[in-house]
């Protein structure tokens, strides 16, 4: 699939800045705007096209061939006629395939992309106090596009078309049979409005601050004010101290006082991990089975069938349970549990965390008086093999690890049969409820639950050769 972005506008709402700068070229957040659509659909796109026409050439000096790998075409928009002349000037890059459309000029989250592409053909909108200045969207009752009116002067909804769609080439089809609007252009609403009649388009809404839209000084102050404040919060989240408040409670602090982020610190566990050595101080039972450098701390119990796979290094008054594996380059704090059949490999455990039984969690990092439930899967390594990345508010950090489960922070409790995604953060005291499957980042103090539908109905009558009308022989 590829991107359209619309960037060949002058910008006249936003002079002086944009007298000598093109608008996506303006900076929030220490980046152009149009970089931040670009990011937003990075993961969703092989190919951007840019439609460019005032002060062009800064805008193809500035982004080049492509963006992170991926290749940028450029159409020169010789008329601004409006978005739908824009449009047919791209037809022939964009071909018959599926297409994003995406203002230069806004901020998008990839949140909001991600549920706008699952749709066969959709538009993305968002709720407004005053409509009046945009593309007013009707749905019907199943979600879909009932009609759209450009700049009513009575809006019927309060729904605004935020210029992000999903499209194909019917759309391209049905623009060459539009003439000039009212004002005097060739505008992509109205080829939208004749779709709808022959095909369902899905009107996809934006959550709060999921879309900025940046076409004016006064909205443009209010994005940066945003995006400060955005930042602040990350800088906050991707810190240690996020997740754990004690560090002493930590069995080896110093990887984490090194490192920026929290899942650094997992980099350098297998090097750390060579400087343990053997040294059994608690009880361990005659039928486990103890392999490598093994560390076991004072009051420690290792129960009947556990399997030790050093180097591991473990506190005092640690309880592992019968059948329990560790695996190498695991260190485990003071007065912790390990459930039966659990299986952990390569994490750092602060003391009093709790991990329950047939339980797995590999290279992550759990913290102190953490509660893993019974069941519950901490995944370490994605599907693809790639990387691991996290996402935080929207934007993604890469890790540069193949393997990272989670990052679960101080008296975090996660409940039974959870899964989690690798590259998951969880700030401390959030809990997950049973049955999750969780994906990205939870915020400290929050609770993540499931909720599902249950249907109770008549238990249907079974007729079986040799069983009576029960179902009994």
């Known amino acids: 699939m590829k991107a359209l972005i619309l960037a060949a506008g002058k910008g006249t709402r936003m002079h002086p800045l944009t007298l000598d700068t093109p608008k996506p070229l303006i900076e929030v957040g220490g980046i152009p705007l149009m970089q931040h659509s670009m990011q937003a659909a990075y993961d969703f796109v092989d190919e951007y096209v840019i439609v460019v026409k005032y002060l062009k050439e800064q805008i193809m000096a500035y982004f080049g061939k492509e963006f992170k790998g991926k290749p940028i075409s450029y159409v020169v928009q010789e008329e601004t006629l409006g978005t739908g002349h824009a449009l047919l000037s791209a037809q022939n890059e964009l071909g018959g395939e599926e297409f994003l459309i995406l203002l230069g000029d806004d901020i998008i989250s990839p949140a909001a992309l991600s549920r706008l592409v699952k749709q066969d053909k959709a538009v993305l909108l968002r709720e407004t106090p005053d409509p009046r200045q945009y593309a007013v969207v009707e749905l019907n009752e199943k979600g879909h596009l009932q009609s759209i009116e450009e700049k009513p002067l009575h809006p019927k909804t309060n729904l605004a078309n935020t210029g992000a769609w999903k499209m194909n080439a019917a759309l391209i089809e049905h623009m060459k049979d539009k003439g000039m609007s009212e004002r005097g252009e060739y505008e992509i609403t109205d080829a939208l409005a004749s779709l709808m009649k022959e095909e369902e388009i899905a009107g996809v809404r934006a959550k709060e601050k999921e879309w900025l839209g940046v076409g004016t000084l006064e909205e443009l102050s209010r994005a940066r004010e945003y995006m400060e404040g955005l930042f602040a919060q990350e800088k906050e989240v991707l810190s240690h101290s996020y997740y754990f408040s004690d560090l002493s409670a930590c069995p080896c602090p110093e990887l984490l006082q090194e490192g920026e982020y929290p899942w650094q610190a997992l980099e350098k566990l297998k090097e750390y991990a060579k400087g343990i050595k053997t040294s059994i101080k608690g009880e361990v039972h005659p039928s486990a089975v103890l392999s490598g450098e093994v560390e076991i701390g004072e009051g420690s119990i290792i129960s009947p069938y556990a399997v030790i796979e050093g180097p591991v290094k473990i506190g005092k008054n640690v309880l592992v349970r019968p059948f329990a594996l560790l695996r190498p380059n695991t260190l485990i704090g003071d007065d912790v549990v390990v459930g039966n059949a659990a299986e952990i490999k390569q994490c750092i455990i602060f003391n009093e965390a709790k991990v329950q039984s047939h339980t797995f969690v590999g290279d992550g990092i759990l913290g102190k008086g953490a509660r893993i439930g019974s069941g519950a899967i901490l995944s370490n390594r994605r599907f693809d093999q790639e990387t691991v990345k996290v996402t935080i ?28 995604a690798p590259g998951t953060l969880i700030g401390n005291n959030a809990w997950v409820g049973a049955g999750v499957c969780l994906k990205g980042f939870v915020e400290k103090n929050k609770f993540v639950q499931l909720r599902q539908d249950v249907e109770t109905v008549a238990k249907k009558t079974v007729l079986l050769e040799g069983k009576n009308k029960e179902g009994e022989r």
């Open 393 to 420: 508010f929207n934007k993604r950090y890469e890790t540069n690890l193949d393997k990272c489960s989670a990052i679960v922070g101080d008296y975090v409790r996660i409940g039974s049969q959870v899964n989690t």
